[in-house]
């Protein structure tokens, strides 16, 4: 029996009209699709519905991957596809396998010999780090900032230094309800000449992205509260 | 007088069908666009034609902005959107601003005070990364590889320490006619040990994406000749 196929299927993020941010192979594919492995169940049911109000919810089977779910759960969520079926990963917001646990699935495809098909949606770090004016050619993204103050100045400063001696820009993200106080804490981590862009609420309305030097932003700051942002820095 | 706004413009990633991967508000922002900074003016008119078959392209006025653009020359560029106008601006494949010169003129319109606004479209790095299973949480794209081969082997066996060190996995591309060269050495060069996806002709029919071990892949490889290609490592 041929193997069904694992699409990788792009979610909106934030209050987007789908049709602004998918192309309309997803709302193909999704059509067809009744396995989901998904990070959460009560968005993703939300989601589908919009692309589909005339699909049948109910008949949906959806399968929770979060940092819940163990890997012995994740073994078994492959198996409808080694019958035949086509199943779709998909993540909250953007694209299941960047900052989220889709990877493990992926990977486990691939151990499987399932044919990987990824679907065109937004990424916040991509976006952001496009519409940022820095360095495209050469970037990294680090995911969140450490916790602990020390260490998350101490890590502003080697993304910072690395950024000068590699001209790699560097990418990271905040939990929405801190991004103030990390971007009080980047005005004053980082060298007043060093590029700072800030990307919040990407493609929705309320969209905001501007690039400044440190210096420029101190004492001009948008606020960042509760609205999900993206940094990229540059030396 | 209002300025207008830069769009980002993704455009196909070789030869797909453009609603494959190419949202609607992205025909809809094209359409009503008279001015676009692009990479390449034969293939970006193509693509537009593609997009709207009835918008007459004589009307269009393309600015260049590639290697051989002079930064006195980028400097003009945004004249027209001062004087309230939108412009979009269209890389050969992909995002404008990854792996091509549009950054320097996301720069400038950020330095002018210029509204940026990037659309959504296909991206062969990102889109690889999702594919490959490996490390989504923190990743770096780091270009083409040096050319000449004792600095391209240290290269890659210092990408390959970082993604180990830092659990980074490591993204980078070569020129399609190098392709099956490159692979020979990685297969040489990196630990057996060490995860190698390799995702080429990227959202077309002829697409091929596979994850395995260095090992695994030793003796058994894709013929990848002139097929554009995405590598991630991950040790």
């Known amino acids: 029996m041929q193997k069904g196929t694992l699409f990788l299927i792009p979610h909106t993020i934030g209050d987007t009209r789908p049709g602004d941010v998918i192309p309309q192979k997803v709302f193909d594919v999704t059509l067809n699709l009744d396995v989901f492995i998904v990070e959460n169940i009560r968005t993703s049911r939300r989601f589908i519905r919009k692309l589909h109000p005339e699909k049948n919810i109910d008949e ?6 979060n940092k819940h779910t163990s890997p012995e759960q994740i073994q078994n969520y492959l198996q409808s596809i080694e019958q035949g079926k086509n199943i779709g990963l998909m993540s909250e917001a953007g694209n299941p396998g960047i900052a989220d646990p889709g990877a493990s699935v992926v990977a486990l495809a691939h151990q499987k010999a399932v044919r990987v098909v990824p ?25 969140y900032l450490p916790l602990d103050n020390q260490e998350r100045i101490a890590k502003l400063k ?3 230094m690395r950024s000068k001696t590699e001209e790699q820009s560097q990418i ?3 939990t929405p309800f801190r991004n103030n106080q990390i971007l009080e804490m980047l005005l004053k981590v980082l060298q007043k000449s060093t590029l700072l862009s800030i990307a919040a609420e990407i493609s929705t309305d309320t969209e905001f992205i501007q ?9 001009n700051t948008p ?6 942002a993206i940094f990229v820095i540059q030396a």
């Open 172 to 174: 990271f993200m905040e």
């Open 211 to 219: 690039t400044k030097s440190v210096a420029q932003w101190t004492n």
């Open 119 to 143: 679907l065109v949606g937004p990424s916040s770090i991509l976006l952001a780090l496009i519409a940022s004016g820095l360095n495209g050619q050469n970037f990294a993204f680090n995911g």
């Open 158 to 160: 080697q993304l910072e």
């Open 60 to 65: 949906i089977q959806f399968l929770e991957l």
């Open 223 to 228: 606020d960042l509260n509760k609205r999900p």
